[in-house]
């Protein structure tokens, strides 16, 4: 709740329901997941949004807001998780088949690590990544940077001769790696909204694909936030 640029993001109204809600509703709709767990912060703004993952009947840890290494880590060892599936929450137009689609790479791979945005070639806000418990675990005793513990699994893709990487790629043009999807900004949040009001009630379960569809079909509303820039993790 205490973001810098859109304070609040996770609850904002999308369709009249919180745009976390809408993130849930979408992840519950993968069939690889055993469960969902919001992890957040254990600082008092935070409390709706545990109040809103109780109110969906989904589990919630909270811990550091600062640590969100050790946060992840110990909300994936809360429910005895074997493997976490990462998504941020300020990603709520993640396409579950494509989670489903990753998951299937990383049991079929044998790899520490499967991620799509390394190189990234999809439209920001459709990040996933999955890896074990255990090699998380194994990077929170290996390192204390402010970086590697604010951006869960950085040191795991920047340490290649440490772990095995895969990376998969979406074979989209190259212009939609450029789109915004993700929401840090009102005017992500707007383009957004705009999004779910135009797909979501034809069908809930529209994906990446419907999206680009929409926006190919509506190019000016990339206008809405084009001029806002992606922050570096470094």
Not at 146 to 165: C, G, K, M, N, Q
Not at 166 to 180: M, P, V
């Amino acid at each position: 709740m205490k973001s810098t640029r859109l304070p609040g993001k996770n609850l904002l109204p999308i369709l009249g329901r919180p745009m976390l809600e809408m993130l849930v509703e979408r992840l519950r709709r993968c069939t690889s997941l055993a469960g969902i767990v919001v992890a957040t912060t254990s600082d008092a703004t935070d409390d709706a949004i545990e109040a809103v993952a109780r109110r969906l009947g989904v589990a919630c840890f909270r811990g550091s807001m600062d640590d969100v290494l050790d946060r992840v880590l110990r909300a994936a060892r809360s429910v005895d998780a074997d493997v976490i599936v990462e998504v941020t929450g300020d990603c709520p137009l993640c396409d579950p088949l494509m989670v489903d689609q990753m998951v299937a790479t990383y049991l079929a791979k044998g790899v520490d690590y499967v991620g799509n945005f390394r190189p990234n070639s999809y439209p920001l806000g459709m990040a996933v990544q999955v890896f074990a418990t255990e090699v998380l675990a194994e990077v929170e005793r290996l390192t204390n940077d402010p970086a590697d513990r604010e951006h869960v699994s950085l040191y795991i893709y920047e340490h290649p001769e440490r772990f095995s990487l895969h990376n998969i790629a979406s074979g989209l043009a190259e212009k939609y790696r450029h789109y915004r999807l993700t929401v840090d900004t009102p005017e992500d949040f707007a383009l957004v909204s705009r999004v779910f009001e135009a797909l979501h009630p034809l069908d809930p379960a529209f994906g990446l694909a419907e999206v680009l569809a929409f926006l190919d079909r509506n190019p000016a509303l990339l206008d809405l936030n084009s001029s806002v820039r992606q922050k570096a993790v470094r």
